[in-house]
């Protein structure tokens, strides 16, 4: 029997609660059928000082340029000059080749840990190139390819997993958990997305100096359910201020798919509408079209029109980390499935297209970037690994601190011996 309230009847029926499911687990057949994908040159361009509004739609389509048969085709199409594109594949290829040879390095116990960027070269490596210097990039841990393309030393970059004595944040990070000012790539943060924050208020910043440089926010579909994502949306909605806020949304959160973060939006970029922020998404294995979507965003927040949202739709083909076995919750084939393709291959096919590459000419290029990456390699390691060579003085994790010593730290250098 019902029970009575003192507004009305309680119903027999109990609540429920719900909680997403993936729809494959390992072992069954990978389905993307979910994964709504436009035409590429279906998406039409709009006008960089478009009214929010007037795009709504965009925050629930793909922008694509590359087509099946490895043309671009349609309004976003042709910013890149062939020398460009040649660019933008060697700095994938190289990101490729440098995680492939750090991988082994941590299976050989040559640093203690590492993350590759397998599937999403092209996002981190053609935003770089829309960029200009000064600008500044808050990333998570899986955008090495922003200081690839920006032309970051290999060797600092091996010597900082190493955490060796040439490591030029002298082990006070996790391997990977990079940083370089001058390469406008903020420093890492192992907690999630308190990097989203930090970049609206640099952004903000650059304003109130009347400066002329921009800020990109970085965070991954999983950490968008994290506050710090929401008050960064607050902020840099309220303030307009001069960021690209990019989530990359490579569908596994760690082990977790991508539809606990995602809410009832239906997607990623959906969640910046309610904030009066414009939202695109776009194919994040199309070099092109990343390049496109990011020089529209930047000339907005340059030109003061204020923040965009880009949410970048990939697939993280790799485990998490190298602490991470993707084989425990997700099909082994999933990722030969992924209906986006691969982006250093869809990028040769177009160059191939285009008369400007060839099946040899990448072959000699992955055999010189090999040779570069194991040049680089053999060059850190004299310097020392995780277990063996030199280390960072303790010393070191005294200075830098504050730009004056204070005496309690002097006191604690003197007692440790230096």
């Given amino acids: 029997m019902s029970e009575e309230t003192g507004t009305g009847t309680r119903p027999e029926t109990p609540l429920s609660l719900h909680v997403p499911e993936p729809a494959v687990r390992p072992g069954d057949t990978p389905d993307f059928s979910n994964v709504t994908i436009a ?19 965009m925050a629930f389509s793909i922008i694509r340029v590359l087509n099946r048969d490895a043309v671009a ?9 062939a020398e460009e594109l040649r660019d933008g594949l060697k700095h994938m290829m190289t990101l490729r080749a440098f995680d492939a040879r750090m991988m082994i390095a941590q299976r050989q116990g040559k640093t203690s840990f590492y993350m590759q960027n397998l599937g ?19 990333p998570t841990y899986r955008q090495a390819g922003l200081l690839i393309a920006a032309g ?3 060797v600092d970059m091996m010597n900082q997993i190493y955490s060796n004595e040439k490591d030029p944040l002298k082990g006070r990070q996790l391997p990977i958990m990079y940083s370089s000012r001058d390469h406008g790539f903020y420093s890492i943060s192992g907690n999630l997305a308190t990097q989203f ?10 304003a109130i100096k009347g400066d002329s440089k921009i800020s990109a926010a970085w965070i991954g579909d999983g950490s968008t359910a994290e506050s710090d994502f929401h008050a960064g949306l607050v902020f840099a909605s309220t303030y307009k201020a ?19 973060a995602r809410g009832g939006s239906g997607t990623f970029a959906a969640r910046g509408l309610g904030f009066g922020i414009p939202s ?12 496109a979507v990011a020089k529209w965003a930047i000339e907005r927040a340059r030109r003061n029109l204020g923040p965009t949202l880009i949410e970048h739709v990939t697939y993280r083909v790799g485990g998490h980390s190298t602490s991470d076995d993707p084989a425990a919750y997700r099909p082994k084939t999933e990722s030969d499935a992924w209906p986006l393709g691969d982006p250093v291959m869809r990028l040769k096919n177009h160059l191939i297209e285009l008369g400007e590459w060839s099946d040899e000419r990448h072959t000699q290029a992955e055999a010189e970037i090999r040779d570069e990456i194991i040049t680089a390699q053999k060059e850190a390691e004299k310097h020392g690994t995780l277990h063996s060579g030199q280390h960072p003085s303790v010393r070191d994790m005294f200075e830098g601190v504050y730009a004056e010593m204070p005496p309690h730290l002097r006191r604690q250098r003197q007692q440790a011996g230096y």
């Fill in 39 to 57: 035409r590429a040159g279906q998406v039409p361009r709009p006008p960089v000082d478009v009214a929010p509004d007037d795009i709504r739609d």
């Fill in 280 to 291: 695109l998404r776009v194919d994040g294995n199309d070099y092109l079209a990343v390049f």
């Fill in 197 to 206: 924050i930090q970049a609206v208020g640099w952004g903000m910043a650059s």
């Fill in 152 to 154: 970051y030393p290999l």
């Fill in 120 to 138: 999403e070269e092209a996002i981190a490596c053609a935003f770089q190139k829309a960029l200009t210097p000064g600008d500044m990039n808050f």
């Fill in 73 to 81: 085709v349609g309004p976003w199409a042709g910013l890149l000059t």
């Fill in 242 to 260: 001069p960021v690209v806020l990019n989530i990359v949304n490579n569908q596994w959160a760690i082990s977790t798919f991508q539809g606990i």
